[in-house]
């Protein structure tokens, strides 16, 4: 079994939390709240300045500078690519690029990236990596399951912007870049010793993942 494999087995319960999460049915089948749409968006436009940060520290703490160049490709996939759709689905709303950064920020956002950061700068590149796996493989995983919905990419939902952005070739491959290096990351770094960490660390970035739907999802109920 792969290294992350092995991940996933071991948080399959919150693996299956985060990727199965209601919030993520109601964007194929366009039943999700607009409300619940907007607070997460918002909020994750705050999620990946600092998940930039957090990409930023990777590339200081990459090892090689094969490390370190792969670190960089997922800064700027973040701050040229991914940034631009959060910008663009805003500008539906009114709120420009300034609103979206001085939004006030949600705990749930906070506590995410901040455990993420903390990882990062108490581990080593691996651990920073494993961190970082929820988000940009669960993503991938997610969009590509919601965009095989009939109807989830069809011009009445509000959301197939979303689900095609992520479930698209550039994004996709972004996420199977990062897989691959954290297999080879895994083979220089990974021992038996240090597996029960690393399934923690894997374990509690994932659950984070779910309450950050949560949060999205509890908005709409308000
Ligand atoms: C909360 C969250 N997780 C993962 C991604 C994918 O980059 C994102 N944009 N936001």
Request: with cysteine.
């Amino acid at each position: 079994m792969s290294f992350f494999d092995r991940l996933k087995h071991a948080a399959s319960t919150e693996w299956r939390a985060y990727t199965e999460h209601p919030f993520t049915e109601g964007l194929a089948d366009a039943s999700l709240a607009e409300a619940a749409f907007r607070h997460y968006l918002v909020q994750d436009y705050l999620f990946l300045i600092e998940f930039a940060r957090a990409y930023a520290l990777a590339v200081y703490k990459s090892p090689t500078l094969a490390d370190m160049r792969e670190a960089a490709g997922g800064l700027s996939a973040i701050l040229d690519v991914e940034m631009n759709l959060h910008v663009k689905l805003c500008a539906g709303w009114g709120l420009s690029a300034t609103d979206l950064e001085q939004a006030p920020p949600a705990v749930e956002m906070l506590a995410y990236t901040r455990y993420v950061l903390d990882a990062g700068m108490r581990g080593d590149l691996l651990s920073l990596k494993v961190a970082l796996a929820p988000c940009v493989i669960g993503y991938a995983e997610i969009a590509t399951r919601l965009a095989a919905r009939p109807d989830a990419l069809a011009a009445t939902n509000p959301y197939r912007v979303w689900i095609a952005e992520y479930a698209g070739a550039p994004y996709q491959e972004v996420a199977a870049n990062a897989r691959e290096h954290l297999e080879r990351l895994a083979e220089r770094y990974a021992t038996p010793a240090r597996e029960a960490e690393l399934i923690a660390i894997f374990k509690e970035a994932t659950r984070l993942e779910a309450d950050f739907w949560e949060m999205g999802w509890r908005a709409g109920k308000r």
